[in-house]
Antibody
Framework: QVQLQQPGAELVKPGASVKMSCKAS????????MHWVKQRPGQGLEWIGV????????SYNQKFKGKATLTVDTSSSTAYMQLSSLTSEDSAVYYC?????????WGQGTSVTVSS | DIVMSQSPSSLAVSVGEKVTMSCKSS????????????LAWYQQKPGQSPKLLIY???TRESGVPDRFTGSGSGTDFTLTISSVKAEDLAVYYC?????????FGGGTKLEIK
């Protein structure tokens, strides 16, 4: 069965960077694009960007250009998102989600807390 | 960017009632070459990740109960729950995948009386 495994939580200091992972299993990793979505506490969903694992083509929401960087490691079927220059506005849950039928499978999300 | 608007923002219903919620897009989501509407609905229960319910505006995802129905075309869409169950307590989001950046509506929070 399709699974997207994400670490549960990250605590990072303001101004630092964080790189979170999303390990895919149960399907051919390079056959489906991987999207990333942000959800601040008590708020709605915001699309960050997408990567094609077959060639690392990326497309970003303009709002997150310079903030998020998407990469993949096809040898381990893992997608990564790095967030830089973190502020309190970046404290949120970040989901990876497979781009099959719309966004058909979702990870459990990584909760990022930015605090000194 | 395509703006997605959902209404109402919240509603409270009794078990067994029929529920209808609306989603409107700032431009048409109907792709002329294949006559498909690039609109999806997701359900997010408290403390959980979103779950895909409906894609192509009206195609039910595998395993989704048939009390959930998506309809509409162009810029106006509806999600209907024919007979609400207590387990349907959740926030429902519509989302367009017609063009990047993909965008979500603000959500409709369904509460059970």
């Amino acid at each position: 069965q399709v699974q997207l495994q994400q670490p549960g939580a990250e605590l990072v200091k303001p101004g630092a960077s964080v790189k979170m992972s999303c390990k895919a299993s149960g399907y051919t990793f390079t056959s489906y694009w991987m999207h990333w979505v942000k959800q601040r506490p008590g708020q709605g969903l915001e699309w960050i960007g997408v990567i094609d694992p077959s060639d690392s083509y990326t497309s970003y929401n303009q709002k997150f250009k310079g903030k998020a960087t998407l990469t993949v490691d096809t040898s381990s079927s893992t997608a990564y998102m790095q967030l830089s220059s973190l502020t309190s506005e970046d404290s949120a849950v970040y989901y990876c989600t497979r781009g099959g039928r719309a966004m058909d499978y979702w990870g459990q999300g990584t909760s990022v807390t930015v605090s000194s | 960017d395509i703006v997605m608007s959902q209404s109402p923002s919240s509603l409270a219903v009794s078990v067994g009632e029929k529920v209808t919620m609306s989603c409107k897009s700032s431009q048409s989501l109907l792709y002329s070459s294949n006559q498909k509407n690039y609109l999806a609905w997701y359900q997010q229960k408290p403390g959980q990740s979103p779950k895909l319910l409906i894609y192509w505006a009206s195609t039910r995802e595998s395993g989704v109960p048939d009390r959930f129905t998506g309809s509409g075309s162009g810029t106006d869409f509806t999600l209907t729950i024919s007979s609400v169950k207590a387990e349907d307590l959740a926030v429902y989001y519509c989302q367009q995948y017609y063009s990047y950046p993909w965008t979500f509506g603000g959500g409709t929070k369904l509460e059970i009386k």
